[in-house]
């Protein structure tokens, strides 16, 4: 193999990795709100390369010498916002797209009003998510900045914002 394909299969390898990670922190389908659970799932199975996660991952490595256990919730809780992205982005009101990697957006499967609670469930469900990582450490001061600085990128002055001046 060359170094291109070596790097392709590294890449394959590392973010099947990052998808099991991702999956633990998913929703059961179940009760009351299956049809919503199932729509977030949907959306967070559609495929891609997990960059974000990867990128934490590979930045606490670094900086740590190993993947702490407490940012493995942030790295899900980051996917599931850029996901509560993409679902709204394809909404009718947005960019209005039937498809995404291929197969069809959120919206044009579980309908617009659950796509539109599929994508608010998501980035609620994220900051849910990156509490689990209270449990996982000694430092809790350190989980509430991060989860501070999250939500101020994640909201009207970060990533909410730049879809508005989308």
């Known amino acids: ?35 919503i659970l199932e729509a977030m799932n949907y959306s967070m199975m559609a495929g891609g390369k997990r960059l974000r996660p ?5 930045m606490c490595r670094l900086f740590t010498g190993c993947l702490l256990e407490s940012v493995i919730p942030f790295m899900a809780a980051v996917e599931m916002i850029h996901t509560s992205s993409l679902v709204h982005d394809d909404l009718p009101a947005m960019d209005n797209d039937t498809l995404r990697r291929g197969r069809p957006t959120t919206w044009t ?11 608010d469930g998501l980035l609620t469900y994220a900051f849910e998510t990156c509490t689990k990582a209270f449990a996982m ?30």
């Open 1 to 35: 193999m060359n170094d291109k394909e070596t790097f392709k299969q590294e890449l394959k390898t590392r973010t099947a990795e990052i998808e099991q990670l991702i999956k633990t922190y998913l929703p059961e389908e179940s009760g009351h709100q299956k049809t």
């Open 54 to 58: 990867m990128l934490m991952q590979e």
């Open 109 to 119: 499967v579980y309908g617009e009003a659950m796509g539109i609670l599929a994508g």
């Open 137 to 166: 450490t000694e430092h809790p001061d350190r989980v509430g900045n991060a989860i501070g600085i999250l939500a101020q990128k994640t909201g009207i002055y970060g990533m909410i914002g730049g879809q508005t001046v989308d």
